[in-house]
Nanobody
Framework: QVQLVESGGGLVQPGGSLRLSCAASGFTFSTYAMSWYRQAPGKEREAVAAITSGGSTSYTDSVKGRFTISRDNAKYMVYLQMNSLKPEDTAVYYC????????WGQGTQVSVSS
């Protein structure tokens, strides 16, 4: 059974940091590209960061220099380190696996507010 389980969300003040984790199981993790998406209230889901099976990374412009995606193939984990958080980063963050199939996690809430 395929599972993607996000964790690490919460409430943080502007300028703060959070590290999101996504635990994967049930598929050959190392062969899949992994991504983080987010969806703010009233907005469409958008791609935030991605990492290929080979480790190449990409980011949406609004998070470049602040967010870092990484993966640990041995642990079936993908991470999103988020620094210098802004109120506009507030959203539900989702983990996505893309390869032979596409899988989504249930999401974790990130709220940035003073």
């Amino acid at each position: 059974q395929v599972q993607l389980v996000e964790s690490g969300g919460g409430l943080v003040q502007p300028g703060g940091s959070l590290r999101l984790s996504c635990a994967a199981s049930g598929f050959t993790f190392s062969t899949y590209a992994m991504s983080w998406y987010r969806q703010a209230p009233g907005k469409e889901r958008e791609a935030v960061a991605a990492i290929t099976s080979g480790g190449s990374t990409s980011y949406t412009d609004s998070v470049k220099g602040r967010f870092t995606i990484s993966r640990d193939n041995a642990k079936y984990m993908v991470y999103l380190q988020m620094n210098s958080l802004k109120p506009e980063d507030t959203a539900v963050y989702y983990c996505k696996a893309g390869g032979r199939s596409v899988y989504w996690g249930q999401g974790t809430q990130v709220s940035v507010s003073s």
